[in-house]
């Protein structure tokens, strides 16, 4: 069965400094691995994914994200938070064929000015 | 282009009593998907179709709930009678028929069931 921890319930970081929110998967077969953030009283919006090829993965605003297939891990990155960024953010997995996206529980993201 | 909308934003009801929640896909989407989120905890899969048809009910959490998508257009979720648990976000999503295609959400519809 497919599934996907994001161990850290929230995340601190300085406006300016790097970020990491964290991503481990299981999955059978090849993944297909996305990124979505949701805003206050909004839905989720898609960030970014990784279906195949070059494991350094650029989205939308400014993040990334790393496929690691030996520590199945598909950890988000933006080299400098802004205040803007604070959101909850939730990492995503699917298996090959239209097997169904199965989420993580999601990680606060709080950047402070 | 319009994104999947969602109706109601918000519904509060009454144990027992019945709620019915609308979804509108991204036009030529075939695939819709229903998900929830019960406070703090993972996002849950709840049914897919792929047009009129149920791919995947694996994730409806019993016959309470009823989902149906006529015609292959809009898609309903009904809540029937409605119990405690079942108070959550319940999000919509559409998306184009390939297995690497991201879902497109809506809004989600906040249902709280007192």
């Known amino acids: 069965a497919q599934s996907v921890a994001q161990p850290e319930d929230q995340v601190n970081v300085a406006e300016g400094n790097p970020l990491t929110v964290k991503c481990t998967y299981s999955?059978?077969?090849?993944?297909?691995l996305f990124w979505y953030v949701q805003y206050p009283n909004r839905g989720l919006q898609f960030l970014l994914k990784?279906?195949?090829?070059?494991?350094l993965v650029k989205g939308s605003y400014g993040f990334e994200a790393e496929f690691n297939k030996s520590q199945t891990s598909f950890h988000l990155k933006k080299p400098s938070a802004l205040v803007s960024d604070s959101a909850l953010y939730f990492c995503?997995?699917?298996?090959?064929?239209?097997?169904?996206?199965?989420f993580g529980t999601g990680t606060r993201l709080l950047v402070s000015p | 282009e319009a994104g999947v909308t969602q109706f109601p934003s918000h519904s509060v009801i009454e144990k027992g009593q019945t709620v019915t929640l609308r979804c509108d896909p991204i036009s030529g989407h075939d695939n819709l998907y229903w998900y929830r989120r019960v406070m703090g905890k993972e996002i849950k899969f709840l049914l897919h179709?792929?047009?009129?048809?149920?791919?995947?009910e694996s994730g409806m959490p019993n016959n309470r709930f009823l989902a149906e998508r006529t015609g292959g257009t809009y898609s309903t979720l009904k809540v029937q009678p409605a119990e405690l648990e079942d108070s959550g976000v319940y999000f919509c999503?559409?998306?184009?028929?390939?297995?690497?295609?991201?879902?497109?959400f809506g809004e989600g519809s906040r249902l709280t069931v007192l």
């Open positions: 990784y279906i195949t090829g070059d494991n």
């Open positions: 999955v059978s077969g090849n993944p297909y």
């Open positions: 995503a997995v699917r298996g090959t064929g239209f097997q169904k996206l199965v």
């Open positions: 999503a559409s998306s184009q028929r390939t297995s690497a295609g991201e879902l497109f």
């Open positions: 179709f792929v047009k009129e048809s149920k791919q995947d």
